[in-house]
Structures are given as C-alpha cells and as structure tokens.
C-alpha cells in the first residue's frame, strides 16, 4: 500500500515552473519517492494522490515516451506509479488510474456521481415493450439469465433473481471509476461512469457511458475506432470495433462485435459475432453468428445460429404492439434472404430456407429442413442429420472457443446428439407416426403447424429419428464398457446398471446448459425460497454441467430398457450385442450420406468457373489445385476414420461379448 504524504514548498516550486496549478496545493498527496520531473501542465483540483513515474512506455513505430501527467486537469483522483497521462482535451474527475496506464489524447474521463457501473441495467430482451427484463450484472452467465428471462411465470423466482442483482449492483457503487493495471486508452473521446478492467485497450472510441468492461492479463478486451456504448457490460476476451453502437447491452467472454453493427437491448453470450447488421431485443446464446448488413435479427432466443445474409426475423404482426418473440433451439440456420415471422418456434439445428409467415411451432422435430415452396411452408422431418455442413459445424464450434479467461462464465455443451435433442426426436416419432396413421391412403401430404409434410418425408424422419436414437444408445453403452476389465454377462450388466433416476425424463437447453429438468427444477426452488446467493447459483450451474455424462447416461439406459420392455439386470448378452449393431449400422448409415453429401461439393456444377482460359483438363486440374481432391479433404478423412474406428470397435465388442455363457 503506498504510504502519501504533503508536497514539499520546493516540490510546489518545481511544479509551477513546469506550468502546474492547484486549487489547494495541501490537497496534492504524492508517494515519498514522488519526483515532479515528469508532471507538466496540469492543473490539481480536489484531493488528488499521485505515486512514482519512472516507467518508459515503448510505442509501435520504436517510439518512447517517458510515465509522467502532461497538459490536463485532474479532479479527486488517484494517479498510481507509472502511468502515462497526456492531451486530456477536457478533463479527469473522480477516477483511480491504476499502474501502467497509458492514456493519450483523450476528451473526458469522469465518474458524476454514485454509479455502478452498467451493473444493474435491466435490459428489455426478446420483447421490445417489456415483459422479460434481464437485469444485467458484470458475473451474469447464459443459464442464469435464461432463468430471468423466460420463467417469468414463477414470480417468487423472477422476484428474487431481480433482488439479488439488486444487491449485486448496489455492492459495485461508487463515485470512483478505476481504470486498471497496464490499460491504454488512446484517441479517444469520453468515457463516463465507465469501469475499465486490467490490460484493456480502447483505442479510438468515440463515447461510453455507464459500463464495465472485464479485462485481464489473459483475456485483454479491445475496444475500437468510433464505437459508442452506453448501459453495457462488456466482459473478458471479447472486441468491439469498427463503430459498433451498442446500447442496454451485455456482451459477453470471447465475442466479436463490429464493422458497424448496431444492437439494442441485447444479450450476447459466449463467442457470439455480430457484425455489419443489426440486433433488437435478442436473447444470443454462445455461438450466435451474423456477418451481413442485409440481416436482422430480432425478439428472439438463439445459440449456435447463423444468420444467412438479408435474414429478417419479424414480429410485425402484432396490433398492440411489438410484442410477439421467436424461439430458435440450438443449431438453427438461415439462408439467404430468409424470413421468419413471430411468433415461431424452430427445433433444433433446423435450417430455414425462403419466406415462413404460418408461425410454425416445430419444436419437437429437431434437425429438420424447414423450407418455401409456392408460398407454402415445407418441412423435411430429420434430413439435416446428415448434413456434412451441419456436422461440420458441431466439430468446429469447441476449435473456436475464443474465451481465454481462467474463469469461464458460461458452461457450453457441444454434443450435437444429446438427451435434449433427442428426447425431442422421440417425440417427433409419435408426431410422425400419429400423421401417418390419421393420413387419407390417398394423399400424398398432410398439414403439421401450418407446414406440408410429405408422405415419403414422413417416413424417412422415423427412420432418422430412430437411427439417431439408436446411435446414441449405442455410443453410451460403447462409452460404459469399452476399456473395461469385463470377463462375464454379469460384469456388463453390473457396468451398465450403475446410475440413477436423475436425468430420465425431460431436459432443458438453457442457452448453452443441458440439463434434466428434474434438476433446474430444483434449482428454480431454491432460488426462489431465497436460499441460494448469485455465486451459488452459478457454482450449481457449472456442477450441473460437470455431470453431464452421468445424466446422459441415466436417460439413456432408461431408454434402452424401454426398447426392450425390461430391466438391464434381466438383459441377456444378446440384447448388449444388438444395440451395439444397432450403432454400428447407424454410424455407417449417417457417415455414408454425410460423404454422399461431401462429394456435391466435388461434382461438376461445383468445378464451374474453374480452368477459365483452358481446356476440361485444365478445369480439372485447377480445381485439385485449389480445393484439393475428395479423398485428401480433412473433413472426409476425419469422417471416414471415424467410420472405421466405429466398425472396428464395434465388432471387436460383439465377437468378445458373444462368447460369454449365459447366467
């Protein structure tokens, strides 16, 4: 702690022939070591304590600049050892500048009055008018918003989830910003009540007002030319460039915001993208991507969405206002063009292409293809879970996790085939087959939530839908014994009756989380009672995730024991040997159409425009040149080695397992 004292009547001396002023010079505290040599043109007002400036910063270009306050007025501050000051074209009032600052031709730094920070901020989410507030804080994680934002019907719950930000924010008022350790705040305009965490770097900003920024060593926030926030937290790792205006916002870790994207009463969580278009009152869970100027995405919930360019998600329908919301479940994606009206609920990793204006509610028919046709909406029940670009994606979002924070906020699960999903592919096998069944022998269609449902398309998603089950029962049995010392029937079925009831039934996907319901249920109630403080919760959450498998596995043995109407200890040998087949054939059947669906990628329409100036082989040879051959392609060699790991692990399993006597 730096111990201050009075400036000395020659230290008072100095400063005035190095153009300095004060109000009261008795009011100017500096360290003992404290050197005026590098304090020039500054006028002391308020009580102002000042440390040591021996630093020399080092610039790009190899220019140097010595620590010191140059050419500004300093209100009520605390100016720690080696910060650099300069070209402060208004004035610094009520601030902490924490060691190693760089501050450079900035207008204004003030804290007015008591502020907390951005912490606090209720942000109008999903509804323009109002109605599912999320009261944003600096800790705020995906699942803990999406409890504040959509269990509005539990009011004890909303109550003191609104209680406990409350406090939260009332705990973070001050009337001193602070600026942290080592932060470099360049070309900038004003920043107002604004908190700037360690090692950020605001470098040509045109206004914030009323924010926090997280920053740190490991996950440095960069704040860019012409950006403009106000009512914002802005957490670690994450950039906002390129005049991005952002207002009642919080952006969370790892995200990209710029190229002039605007966005209002927004939320965006872990590794989000928005740049060029534009963002009201959405709900962003991770991985909510849009890149193009022609898109809108509006009043909804998404994660792990892109956006196609000149999407326009509507909730103009309404008569009393705009208050209509759309809910698209993990993995939806847009073409270009696109149109969504609200209200509208899309089931997970669903592609919508065209116009869609019937408010479809197609939840429980995940990995679908909701499609325009004459003006009429068309769905493909399940053929998205062969899509080589959706697979593609799924592998790709853990690689561009951008969060690199030693404490991450959000827990995220990857698992494309989940107890979430496909408890809702269950579902939509009931949906299918009551359609096929209640279907006139001679109609080639029927009407499901205002969208057309082929025949053939009905029974090729029960076919999907069960593969996918098949598949993941497989897996998690395969996951169980695979690497186990098992020598009998009876060592198998001791592997696979480990468990419990926790995770059998419905789950939930909160922006990221999957979980029972049975469990965030009781989260819920203890919440509510007030039992639970906001890092309890979020300890909860994250243990939650952490038993993540052992949940998957309780609902798939539950499942696995439906399938054959018994109990795991009744199971004979056979029965552990036909799920295995079962994945096996699933596994072969889903990669075969998966490489069918990478080889469109090599076929002729593909290699148009190739060879421009020569002949057919040339075209040929352009192509390998620069997309390569099918065979040598990552993605294929990855697919395809997972298709041989599958069929020979598989096999080896069965031959061992068949060899066992019965009990």
């Known amino acids: 702690m730096t111990n201050y004292r009075q400036l000395t009547d020659k230290e008072i001396a100095t400063l005035t022939v190095f153009g300095c002023s004060a109000e009261n010079w008795t009011e100017v505290q500096v360290a003992e070591d404290f050197s005026p040599t590098f304090i020039q043109n500054v006028h002391f007002s308020g009580i102002v304590f000042l440390g040591t400036y021996n630093k020399v910063f080092e610039l790009a270009g190899g220019i140097k600049k010595h620590a010191g306050i140059f050419n500004t007025v300093l209100r009520n501050c605390v100016i720690e050892n080696d910060v650099f000051i300069d070209k402060i074209h208004n004035y610094i009032a009520n601030y902490r500048i924490e060691e190693g600052a760089y501050i450079e031709n900035v207008n204004l730094l003030l804290t007015d009055g008591i502020s907390s ?156 993208q928005g740049l060029h278009g534009e963002a009201v009152s959405i709900f962003a869970g991770p991985y909510t991507v849009t890149h193009h100027k022609s898109t809108l995405m509006l009043t909804a919930l998404y994660s792990f969405m892109n956006a196609g360019s000149g999407t326009n998600f509507s909730n103009h329908m309404y008569k009393l206002g705009p208050v209509h919301q759309g809910i698209t479940e993990r993995g939806v994606k847009t073409s270009s063009n696109s149109y969504m009206m609200w209200p509208a609920k899309i089931g997970p990793f669903t592609v919508v292409l065209g116009s869609q204006k019937g408010n479809p509610d197609i939840a429980d028919l995940p990995f679908s293809y909701l499609l325009e046709n004459d003006g009429e909406s068309n769905l493909l029940p399940g053929i998205n879970l062969h899509s080589a670009g959706t697979i593609r994606d799924v592998q790709k979002w853990p690689k561009r996790d951008l969060r690199k924070d030693n404490i991450k906020l959000d827990p995220i699960n990857f698992d494309f085939l989940s107890p979430f999903t496909l408890s809702k592919a269950l579902r939509g096998i009931e949906i299918l087959k009551g359609l096929l069944q209640n279907m006139d022998e001679t109609a080639g269609f029927v009407w499901y939530q205002n969208c057309k449902i082929k025949r053939s398309s009905i029974r090729k998603g029960i076919d999907l839908y069960e593969m996918a089950v098949n598949q993941f029962i497989g897996e998690q049995i395969v996951k169980k014994i695979n690497g186990q010392k098992i020598e009998s029937q009876q060592d198998v079925i001791s592997l696979l009756s480990v468990g419990s009831e926790t995770g059998t039934g419905d789950w939930v996907d909160l922006a990221g989380l999957l979980a029972p319901k049975s469990e965030i249920d009781k989260l819920l109630s203890e919440i509510a009672v007030g039992k639970i403080e906001l890092q309890e919760i979020q300890n909860k959450l994250i243990a939650l995730h952490l038993a993540y498998d052992d949940f998957s596995w309780n609902w798939a043995k539950d499942i696995l024991q439906k399938q054959h109407g018994k109990s795991i200890t009744e199971f004979e040998i056979q029965d552990i040997i036909t799920s295995i087949e079962k994945w096996e054939k699933a596994v072969m059947s889903f990669n075969d159409l998966v490489l069918r669906d990478c080889k469109k990628e090599f076929n002729s329409i593909s290699k148009t425009g190739f060879g421009i100036d020569g002949t057919e082989n040339d075209k040929q040879l352009d192509f390998e040149a620069t997309r390569g051959a099918y065979e040598d392609n990552s993605f294929v060699k990855e697919i395809t080695n997972q298709l041989n790991t599958t069929i020979e692990l598989a096999d080896k399993l069965a031959s061992k397992l068949i060899t066992f006597p019965k009990f």
Do not use: W
Request: hydrophobic residues 45%.
């Open 117 to 272: 920070f951005g912490n606090g901020v209720k942000v109008a989410t999903m509804i323009e008018s109002g109605g599912r507030e999320v009261a944003i804080f600096d800790q705020l994680s995906a699942p803990l918003a999406y409890m504040m934002a959509f269990y509005r019907h539990d009011a004890a719950l909303s109550s003191q989830l609104d209680k406990l930000v409350a406090m939260y924010a009332l705990s973070q008022e001050s009337d001193m910003g602070v600026i942290g350790k080592n932060v470099r705040i360049t070309n900038s305009g004003s920043l107002k009540n604004v908190r700037v965490g360690d090692f950020a770097q605001l470098k040509g900003v045109s206004l914030l007002e009323n924010g926090t920024i997280i920053s740190n060593r490991q996950a440095p926030v960069i704040i860019g030319s012409g950006v403009q926030c106000n009512d914002f937290i802005i957490q670690s790792g994450t950039s906002v460039t390129d005049s991005a205006m952002i207002s009642r916002c919080f952006i969370g870790q790892g995200c990209l915001i710029g190229k002039q994207f605007s966005a209002m009463d927004s939320l965006f969580f872990a590794n989000c």
